[in-house]
Nanobody, 121 residues
Framework: QVQVAEFGGGLVQTGGSLRLSCTIS????????VAWYRQPPGKGRELVAA????????HYEDSGKGRITISRNSANNIMHLQVNSLSPDDTDIYYC??????????????WGQGARVTVSS
C-alpha cells in the first residue's frame, strides 16, 4: 500500500510546462500545511513551494516565483505543482509531503517514489 505517491513527471523541452500531482493516504490536504520538495543528487531535500491547506496561502522560493503554482483539490484530495517556463535547472526528483522547517525534515519518514522531471536543452 502506497501512502505517498507523486505523478506527472517526464521529459519536457525547455520552455515547456508540467503539472505534478500528489496523493497522501490518510491525509486531508486542506487540514495540513503541505509542500513540494526537490532533492538534487548528493544533497538533502530542498523546499520548492509550500501551501497552507486551511487558508490557501502559498509560499514559493525565489527561483519559482511567477512560474510555479502549488494547489490542492479539496474534492479529490490531490495536490498539484504546476511548473511553467521549464529550464534544465529544473531537472530533479520532486517529492510531496507535509511542510516542516528545514531542521525537522528528518522527522518525515513517509516519502513516495518521487516524480522525475527532466528538461532537455
Amino acid at each position: 500500500q502506497v501512502q505517498v505517491a507523486e505523478f506527472g513527471g517526464g521529459l519536457v523541452q525547455t520552455g515547456g510546462s508540467l503539472r505534478l500531482s500528489c496523493t497522501i493516504s490518510d491525509r486531508t490536504f486542506n487540514n495540513y500545511e503541505v509542500a513540494w520538495y526537490r532533492q538534487p543528487p548528493g544533497k538533502g531535500r530542498e523546499l520548492v513551494a509550500a501551501l497552507d491547506g486551511r487558508s490557501g496561502r502559498a509560499h514559493y522560493e525565489d527561483s519559482g516565483k511567477g512560474r510555479i503554482t502549488i494547489s490542492r483539490n479539496s474534492a479529490n484530495n490531490i495536490m498539484h505543482l504546476q511548473v511553467n517556463s521549464l529550464s534544465p535547472d529544473d531537472t530533479d526528483i520532486y517529492y510531496c509531503n507535509e511542510f516542516v522547517g528545514v531542521l525537522d525534515l528528518e522527522s518525515l519518514t513517509r516519502w513516495g517514489q518521487g516524480a522525475r522531471v527532466t528538461v532537455s536543452s
